[in-house]
């Protein structure tokens, strides 16, 4: 039996029209919170006019509520997008786009989110979404999380909520690594106390750089606190983590130029974890690190990848042929391109 969404597609192309018109402005009032109609209209690149008489009738029909500081989704608003969810996935192409990164990749689970979140904050938002929920579908009440750092797994953290159907107060959250001395809101021991505060979970931060010489790294590994902690990072059975550009996290981490020429001459693309992958997912290059070493995330039950936009597709392509990925949220937008290059 032919798919009734195909049917429709065929016989009611306009319907499909509107049904996405319509799924898409209320999905991204859903991602502002609250909007202006005058923001909405540029953002989605529509008239105003047009605009207000789609949101006159989505308020007509209890979707959105239109206040004076802007609209709002309703309830049954938010309830109604995630019905809508797989159904606008099939028309929007997106499920197509999951299937065959699962496929190719041995994943367990892909999510592909639409937009390219390198240019629209509101797509960015949405990664973070997907990102926490792929997260709380894992988790349980006595699980250990190794977190990352950077600015996606920031919304991640911003986008999480307690779970109605478990309590996660026996949960803890770890970061994987020490910090890059970059902006407080995306160190990884930031996002840690925000994630556990979030879902009522408990956490422990390591305060110690990312990156260490041979003498500091002997020496703070003999501190019984610091021994006890990455322990724990190590013996983290969940891991979500973002994937970077290989010269950009050379540059983020001040890397000597030596370094930086070696990474070039040996083809890294990638960066995640602290180590740095070649093409065909070959680690090229590691940092002498407290954090996750590669055994640990061979070991771990659960690896969570969260990255998007067009430009990362090919990192996420060389740390997805590492192949010790289990889940993968990425936007459209890098998704086109690493279906493409397949």
């Known amino acids: 039996m032919r798919n009734i969404l195909e049917i429709e597609k065929q016989l009611l192309p306009d319907l499909m029209d509107i049904l996405k018109k319509r799924y898409t402005i209320l999905h991204q009032i859903m991602l502002s919170d609250v909007v202006g109609r005058r923001t909405l209209a540029a953002s989605l690149n529509m008239t105003e006019r047009v605009l207000r008489a789609e949101t006159d009738l989505l308020k007509a029909q209890g979707l959105i509520e239109i206040e004076n500081v802007g609209m709002r989704i309703s309830e049954a608003g938010s309830i109604l997008l995630e019905q809508l969810e797989p159904i606008v996935k099939d028309l929007f192409g997106l499920s197509n786009l999951e299937e065959k990164i699962r496929k190719v990749y041995g994943l367990r689970k892909v999510v592909v989110v639409p937009g390219d979140s390198e240019s629209s904050p509101l797509a960015k938002r949405e990664l973070g979404r997907a990102g926490a929920k792929a997260l709380l579908s894992v988790m349980s009440n006595d699980r250990i999380v190794a977190v990352t750092g950077g600015s996606t797994l920031a919304e991640v953290a911003e986008q999480l909520t307690p779970p109605s159907n478990v309590s996660l107060k026996g949960s803890w959250f770890v970061p994987a690594r020490g ?19 979030h879902v009522g979970a408990q956490y422990r931060l390591l305060h110690v750089p990312d990156l260490l010489s041979e003498d500091a790294y002997q020496s703070l590994v003999q501190d019984p606190n610091i021994l006890e902690m990455i322990n724990m990072i190590r013996g983290a059975q969940i891991i979500i983590h973002g994937i970077g550009d290989a010269m950009e996290m050379a540059r983020r981490r001040k890397l000597d130029s030596e370094t930086v020429r070696e990474l070039q001459e040996e083809g890294a693309l990638s960066e995640s974890y602290g180590y740095y992958f070649n093409e065909q997912g070959v680690v090229v290059h590691r940092m002498l690190t407290l954090g996750l070493r590669l055994e640990d995330i061979k070991n771990a039950e659960v690896v969570i990848g969260i990255a998007g936009g067009k430009s990362k597709a090919k990192a996420i392509q060389s740390v997805l042929r590492f192949g010790h990925e289990h889940i993968l949220v990425t936007d459209e937008a890098a998704a086109i391109d690493i279906v493409k290059n397949i």
């Not at 910090?179 to 505060?197: D, P, Y």
Request: aromatic residues 0%.
């Open 179 to 197: 910090g890059l001395g970059e902006s407080l809101e995306i160190q990884a021991n930031t996002i840690v106390s925000t994630m556990a505060k």
